[in-house]
């Protein structure tokens, strides 16, 4: 099982709709969890981190279940720039390095 | 969020040649660097960890010799690529990342397009 798995999509989606990602993980003691958003020929950028009450930014929801492993992103109202590929980020904790998912692609489409 | 630059945004070589890229914390203290590698279409990959004053760590299958990792200071990680292959030709991208407590983000450079003639 790999350390951090995604749906690679691409998801395509319309204008206003509303588009949840899924991310499990295996490392069960995993301490940190962030969303990042890269776009095409990009760096990553931080979208946000993951607590495990939950936390919201908008448009954006972020939820952390640690019984089933696994960390969801919730868009509501999908705006065209939301096209982009959205990476699942888990740290272990410590000194020891990050895991990125393979990322999944979102497509909003007019 | 934090400021991390990188150097070149881009660049063309000939093979053979070597290439080096700066990595800077414009606005903290980067206890911690990483750089990671992108080819078209797959996922950012981990080439090796460098902490202030110490040598780098580097994954499995990544040539010591042939990634160059400096971490000079607290704000700057130079990667140097020698003798440059058209295989390494990549998208090489910079984090850092500040405190010794795992749980804090990483910020990203803009990365750096290397293209290997």
């Known amino acids: 099982r790999k350390e951090v798995e995604q749906d690679p999509g691409p998801f395509n989606v319309p204008e206003g709709a509303t588009v949840a990602f899924n991310c499990t993980y295996s490392n069960s003691a995993s301490q940190s969890f962030f969303w990042y958003r890269q776009d095409c020929r990009k760096e990553p950028k931080l979208l946000m981190s993951v607590y495990s009450s939950g936390n919201e930014d908008g448009r954006f929801t972020a939820q952390l279940n640690r019984a089933s492993q696994y960390i969801s992103l919730l868009i509501r109202d999908s705006k065209l720039s939301d096209s982009a590929t959205y990476l699942c980020v888990v740290n272990p904790g410590g000194y020891q390095k990050v895991t990125f998912g393979t990322g999944t692609k979102l497509q909003v489409i007019p | 969020g934090a400021v991390v630059s990188q150097h070149p945004s881009w660049v063309i070589c000939k093979s053979g040649t070597s290439v080096k890229i700066e990595c800077r914390s414009l606005d903290f203290q980067a206890t911690t660097m990483f750089w990671y590698r992108q080819f078209p279409k797959q996922s950012l990959m981990l080439m090796a960890t460098?902490?202030?004053?110490?040598?780098?760590?580097?994954e499995q299958g990544v040539e010591k010799d042939k990634f160059l990792i400096n971490h000079a200071s607290l704000t700057l990680s130079t990667l140097t690529v020698t003798s440059a292959h058209p295989e390494d030709s990549s998208f090489y991208i910079c984090?850092?990342?500040?405190?010794?407590?795992?749980?804090?983000?990483?910020?990203f450079g803009p990365g750096t397009r290397l293209t290997v003639l």
């Open positions: 460098s902490n202030e004053g110490s040598k780098a760590t580097y």
């Open positions: 984090s850092a990342r500040w405190g010794r407590a795992g749980g804090l983000e990483q910020f």
